[in-house]
């Protein structure tokens, strides 16, 4: 895929000098955006100097990997190269401002994206932005480190509240303003036709709707929309510098024939892990660092999925295809596209209390109990999410039995979890 991009910088209405600061650099892959802080001079240092490092260390470690003979690397591996890239930055604006007069606390915001091998790479600090468009859907990839969004996180404070919160502005994460800094990491697929918008919040502070911004950037070249976004933004009061650099992800008839399927069954893989009630809360950026963790695999009609008796340790999710579930050799119940099951043996390894089917050829994607338990090690916010979801889900379960035990005591009662419409099946 070809990438196109187009990027500006403006003063806005009211700042005399422009502390943003961006990167286009197609050779490499790596786009970036900078809003410095410090004070005059000491913000446009800031920026600058994480910009030049973030592209030294990126080259670098590319010469490095070209040379080495060995295999090309992982987007793990290009993951660790960007945030050493911001982490080394921040040590370098760290020192300049305590060796230079009038620079001391200097520090700059910095999302940067590699693209490489078909993959996103994402690295992140700070309250600008990256977003996404994807098939007619805009999502913010990036998570703002700033005073509001820690507070509505939290739960301190309502989207009622924001407006005339005095403390809008303050960062709670900076490149340079201390010696370390930790880094938001991301890695996805990047597919045809995908735009991608890395801006300031010299931008963003004038669009309150989602909706607004995505029909300003999916139509249109790119310079048009660079041009329009900075220009709603000034008159909108330009209150700060304004940054707007976005990409497309472009194809032609020179496209290699397996990008566009490879876009089909990504899409599908997509599709299906929205319909999960477990997933159903999740915004992109967190759907993508789950869907990290599932592996693919495909069953011919007839195959086994998982076996009575069996201790399981995989959820599954069905992207194409039927199962059918059944216990002691009697049917069940038929799932079908979008349904899954295993889900307790994320949590509990124990026999299967059913068998699962292929009827039909069958694809499916798989999350085993080892990767997800290392995954909600890391992210606590995501495991309380996920295991209230999955109680209010055995709640409703359980009162569902109880009903059915009352009226067919002498029938329902062998059946339990399988002969539930409850979309929380364990397997």
């Not at 490489?116 to 996404?132: A, I, P």
């Not at 979801?389 to 359980?398: D, F, K």
Request: charged share 25%.
């Amino acid at each position: 895929m070809k990438i196109i991009s187009s990027a500006k910088s403006d003063n806005g209405r009211v700042r005399d000098n422009n502390e943003d600061a961006f990167l286009c650099d197609s050779e490499l892959g790596l786009y970036a955006v900078c809003d410095g802080m410090g004070g005059h001079a000491a913000g446009e240092v800031a920026a600058a100097l994480a910009l030049e490092t973030l592209k030294e260390h990126v080259q670098s470690q590319k010469e490095r990997f070209s040379t080495s003979g060995s295999e090309s690397p992982t987007p793990e591996a290009w993951m660790k190269v960007i945030r050493e890239g911001i982490e080394f930055a921040c040590q370098r604006i760290y020192d300049l401002g305590r060796s230079s007069r009038g620079k001391h606390g200097m520090g700059t915001t910095c999302t940067a994206l590699l693209l490489v091998d078909g993959k996103g790479v994402m690295g992140h600090v700070g309250d600008s932005r990256l977003y996404m468009l994807r098939n007619g859907r805009l999502s913010q990839l990036s998570e703002d480190h700033n005073y509001i969004a820690e507070a509505l996180k939290l739960g301190v404070m309502t989207q009622a509240e924001v407006a005339s919160c005095p403390f809008n502005n303050i960062i709670t994460r900076a490149v340079g303003v201390q010696s370390t800094v930790c880094v938001d990491g991301l890695v996805f697929d990047v597919l045809p036709e995908d735009r991608f918008l890395i801006c300031s919040d010299g931008l963003t502070n004038y669009f309150e709707s989602s909706d607004e911004l995505r029909d300003l950037i999916q139509t249109g070249s790119l310079k048009e929309i660079t041009d329009r976004l900075i220009d709603i933004a000034n008159g909108r009061g330009g209150e700060d510098n304004i940054t707007a650099l976005l990409l497309r992800a472009a194809t032609d008839e020179t496209t290699l024939p397996g990008v566009h399927e490879r876009k089909s069954i990504i899409d599908a893989h997509f599709e299906a892990l929205r319909h999960v009630i477990l997933f159903r809360d999740l915004n992109m950026a967190e759907l993508v660092r789950i869907y990290n963790l599932f592996r693919p695999a495909t069953y011919q009609a007839g195959d086994i999925v998982i076996k009575e008796g069996d201790v399981g340790n995989s959820l599954f999710v069905i992207v194409e295809g039927t199962v059918r579930v059944d216990r002691g050799g009697e049917a069940i119940l038929d799932l079908d596209s979008g349904s899954h099951f295993g889900e307790i043996a994320l949590l509990n390894l124990r026999p299967r209390t059913a068998t699962v089917r292929a009827v039909t050829p069958l694809k499916i994607l798989e999350l085993e109990r080892g990767a997800f338990n290392r995954f909600v090690q890391h992210n606590p916010g995501f495991a309380a999410m996920f295991l209230w979801v999955l109680a209010q889900g055995l709640s409703l379960q359980l009162d569902d039995v109880y009903s059915r035990q009352r009226l067919k005591s002498d029938s329902n009662t062998t059946l339990m979890e399988w002969a539930l419409p409850s979309p929380f099946r364990s397997g």
